[in-house]
């Protein structure tokens, strides 16, 4: 069995609230602080594997990157 992580944000406008729904983001709570709501939401965070994918893909556009000025500087 995984450990699952949680990625949390707080949001105050309500009308983003179906665009985050359907990234994955659930409403968990909703206070009013000075006046002004603030919505809680959670989402599960990415899984190990999917960090190492997304590492991985960091390190493939930065290398991409210094090729791509090397070749300018030629």
């Not at 994918?53 to 030629?74: F, I, N, P, Y």
Request: proline letters at 3%; glycine letters at 6%; a negative charge.
């Amino acid at each position: 069995m995984s450990l699952v992580t949680w990625e949390y944000r707080i949001e105050h406008d309500a009308a983003a609230l179906n665009e985050l729904g359907q990234s994955g983001w659930e409403l968990v709570a909703v206070t009013v602080v000075d006046g002004i709501e603030q919505m809680y939401l959670k989402r599960p965070g990415p899984t190990f594997r999917e960090l190492i994918t997304l590492d991985q893909r960091e390190e493939v556009a930065r290398m991409a990157e210094t090729r791509s000025r090397k070749g300018e500087e030629s």
